[in-house]
């Protein structure tokens, strides 16, 4: 069987797109190879910063010839009918087509359609160009004298060759040829640009790569990257040093070099006053190198860098990592700059006096006065919910109010959630957003906060996905609860909901970072009045501020309220945009889905109660009584639908004296029984015990259904029968909806 090697050669492409952009490459040329009638055995993609290829192996050498029938309208069809079936058979008159008889249909019209199979070569020449011309680029640019030339071809970088080869490995292959834009097909490709920039003729895939390796090029970028953290570490295990790694940074290098050459760089000891969070972005961001630690030690950092170069020097890359070190010097001298600028008092301490007074600020403080000054500019975090200020303010509040349910200090708690967001007017904060809450915490230490209230700064972003860690420290969890609740509660206010795939806002990962929160620290929340209190707190501090935006203006400056509908609508709204949440988590933990639709109710607001229900029933309903209950709370259920849909009477309260059997008594017995024992249960929030209260029913529930025939034809004997089944629902309901739960 023949095999497919296509090369599309071009100046540098982003480290960020190679990946992505093989990927296409593979699944556009694939899927219109099997469109156009071949197979294959196998199709592997690779990527250089210069080159995307594609390996197909086992591709058919023509795709079969098709003949089809496609079956026509009546002989006495309307002529727009018969125009219809032309188009679609292909036809340009219904001469083309054949006359079939049916001994019950009568004579109707069919196309008799043959195509012959093709060439591949001829395929593949005709998808190519249009692949290229199509390729799916975040960014494009034309190039050239053609680029003035409406329509000319468009690629992430200018392209400068294309290599397409096709045959069996005991033939010679030939180019499939085809051109576009000027730019013609061959079997020439080009190594390193630099160490190897000659032509290299190319016959399949395998001489390729090994061609392509005596050119100074390694083709496949796993293989760059095990190349790279292999040199990387040896290089630092021989200098005592460990490497510091970083999967990212090594995904992105590899797409920068075709040949990588590992080296070591240093700057002075003196930079290793920066801490090492802020020296290592410094490193990574502008120059694109790992760093190195002592042997041993996980905090500090050493003052020697690898870099990957593209080139094998003469001097064996000491004028590389020199020059790459005077670069980090140089940004390593802002860091410090940065590090001690946001330890220094500010300049405009005058200006900060009445935000200091608002929020109990010490201005003899550095991160107190970036607080007071993020305060001070009316710093906007949403146009309708106000500054970043007035966010604190309400946070605060939320956090004091949280403290005692988790078990926090309310003043640390406090505090924490003044200074949470102090660090975003800092000067390394502005040169690395990524570190906010992180150099928060830093700042905070030095100037001699209390533990709880530095972890909670950097921890009350988390956690900011379904992996990422959970604080555990209460105070932490208090600030980071009232963030997310806060960001919720104000754009469900507004009516700025996620909507399809679309969630500016990270709404979604602020919901399931409040499930995390609570289920993982065992927290239970009444979320309904939690949120009911906050929205007021924020609908009230939102028209404060429209009320005085409109006296300042002299009326002029016209708001309406914040709110967008009723109170109570937006808090149920928000409810069930957590359990949907609350879904998602349980399912990725394993639960029935079934048990979570059972158990979750619209006016269920205690997540840690909800999970607890579902395990409680899960474990119940492994168990023989919980099997037999719930196929008898089931039959029980649908025989109350069934009589209920008939519109049947159903006695509001059962009457013990219309009972004419010891079942319906021990039956009755068993519901008063258990209904009391669950309903104690879950008021101390045991629902294994309210489970174990209702398996009482199990033998009452069987012999009922045994001996008693629930249609009697007394209509009041009847009515009191099927109100004992509705007090099985009523009873069993306590905990779960049974008949959800299949089984």
Same mark, same amino acid.
Request: hydrophobic share 40%; aromatic share 6%; charged share 30%.
């Given at each position: ?45 690779y990527?250089t910063?210069?080159?995307?290829t ?25 002529e ?9 058979a ?23 359609i043959?195509k012959p ?11 190519v ?12 640019m034309?190039w ?5 030339k ?57 001489d390729?790569v ?22 990387a570490?040896n ?17 992105e ?7 990588p ?62 020059g ?9 001298s ?35 006065q970036? @607080?007071? =000054? %993020?305060?001070h500019? !009316?710093? #906007?975090?949403?146009a309708? +919910?106000? &500054?970043q200020g ?7 509040r ?21 200074l949470?967001?102090a660090d ?8 690395f957003p990524?570190l906010q ?15 709880s ?60 970072? @409040?499930? =995390? %929160?609570?289920?993982? !620290?065992? #927290?239970?929340?009444?979320l +309904?009045? &939690? ?61 029935r ?13 205690d ?10 029933l ?12 719930l ?14 849909k ?20 021990s ?11 669950a ?6 929030q045991?629902?294994?015990a309210a ?32 109100a ?14 049974f ?5």
């Amino acid at each position: 069987m023949p095999d497919l090697l296509l090369e599309l050669r071009s100046e540098e492409i982003p480290a960020r797109m190679q990946r992505k952009a093989a990927g296409d490459l593979k699944k556009m040329l694939t899927d219109g190879l099997v469109e156009a009638g071949l197979t294959y055995e196998a199709a592997r993609e690779y990527w250089t910063p210069r080159r995307l290829t594609l390996d197909i192996r086992g591709l058919t050498a023509r795709s079969k010839d098709i003949h089809e029938d496609i079956k026509g309208p009546s002989t006495s069809a309307p002529e727009q009918a018969v125009q219809g079936f032309l188009r679609k058979a292909g036809l340009s008159s219904i001469a083309e087509a054949h006359v079939h008889s049916d001994p019950k249909k009568g004579d109707f019209y069919v196309a008799h359609i043959s195509k012959p199979g093709r060439a591949a070569e001829e395929i593949i020449a005709g998808l190519v160009p249009d692949i290229i011309r199509d390729f799916p680029w975040p960014k494009s640019m034309r190039w050239g004298p053609a680029s003035a030339k409406p329509g000319s071809l468009r690629w992430v970088r200018p392209l400068q060759s294309i290599l397409c080869t096709f045959g069996p490995e005991t033939e010679e292959p030939v180019v499939v040829d085809f051109e576009i834009d000027g730019i013609r097909s061959g079997n020439i490709t080009y190594g390193h640009r630099f160490l190897a920039p000659g032509e290299i003729t190319v016959r399949r895939f395998d001489d390729y790569v090994g061609k392509l390796e005596a050119g100074k090029v390694v083709l496949d970028a796993d293989r760059r990257k095990e190349i790279i953290l292999a040199d990387a570490r040896n290089l630092a295990f021989a200098n005592g040093l460990d490497l510091v790694e970083d999967e990212g940074l090594l995904e992105e290098v590899s797409g920068l070099v075709e040949w990588p050459i590992v080296l070591m760089g240093e700057f002075e000891e003196a930079f290793l006053a920066i801490p090492a969070e802020v020296i290592r972005l410094t490193i990574r961001a502008n120059q694109k190198c790992f760093v190195t630690r002592p042997q041993g030690e996980s905090d500090a950092l050493s003052n020697r860098f690898i870099l990957t170069a593209n080139i094998e020097a003469k001097d064996g890359g000491k004028e590389i990592a020199h020059g790459n070190g005077k670069v980090v010097r140089a940004r390593l001298s802002d860091a410090l700059y940065f590090w001690t600028t946001d330890q220094g008092d500010l300049s405009d301490l005058d200006q900060l006096q009445a935000s200091a007074e608002k929020f109990g600020l010490d201005l003899k403080k550095p991160l107190d006065q970036r @607080m007071a =000054r %993020l305060d001070h500019l !009316n710093v #906007t975090f949403h146009a309708k +919910l106000g &500054t970043q200020g007035e966010r604190v303010e309400r946070i605060k509040r939320l956090a004091e109010e949280l403290a005692p349910v988790v078990g926090a200090d309310p003043t640390l708690a406090g505090r924490a959630a003044v200074l949470a967001k102090a660090d975003l007017t800092t000067e390394v904060v502005g040169e690395f957003p990524e570190l906010q809450g992180t150099m928060g915490r830093k700042y905070a230490l030095l100037q001699g906060e209390h533990p709880s209230v530095a972890a909670a700064i950097e921890e009350h972003y988390k956690p900011q996905g379904p992996s990422d860690y959970v604080p555990s420290d209460p105070v932490s969890v208090a600030v980071a609860l009232a963030d997310k609740l806060d960001t919720l509660v104000g754009f469900w206010i507004i009516d700025e909901k996620p909507t399809g795939s679309k969630d500016p806002y990270a709404l979604r990962r602020a919901a399931l970072g @409040m499930v =995390r %929160l609570t289920l993982e !620290n065992g #927290t239970p929340l009444s979320l +309904l009045s &939690t949120m009911a209190k906050h929205r007021k707190t924020t609908v009230d501090q939102i028209d404060e501020r429209h009320a005085r935006e409109q006296a300042e203006s002299g009326g002029d400056h016209a708001h309406g309220r914040g709110q967008v509908g009723d109170g109570k609508s937006v808090d149920r709204d928000l409810l069930a945009f957590f359990h949907d949440r609350l879904k998602v988590y349980l399912r990725d933990q394993g639960a029935r889905h079934d048990l979570i639709d059972a158990v979750i109710t619209p006016q269920s607001d205690d997540l840690l109660q909800i999970v607890r229900r579902v395990e409680a029933l899960g474990s119940f309903l492994d168990t023989e009584d919980g099997k037999n209950l719930l196929a008898g709370t089931k039959r029980a259920a649908n025989i109350l639908a069934a009589e209920e849909k008939k519109k049947t009477a159903v006695a509001e309260t059962v009457e013990p004296a219309l009972f004419q059997q010891d079942a319906e008594k021990s039956l009755f017995a068993a519901v008063n029984q258990a209904e009391k024992q669950a309903g104690e249960a879950i008021q101390n929030q045991d629902f294994s015990a309210a489970m174990l209260a209702l398996s009482v029913l199990r033998e009452p529930v069987d012999s009922f259904f045994e001996h008693v025939l629930v249609n009697d034809e007394d209509l009041s004997v009847r009515a009191n029968r099927l109100a004992l089944l509705a007090r099985i629902r009523t009873a069993t309901g306590q905990v779960a909806d049974f008949s959800k739960i299949a089984g």
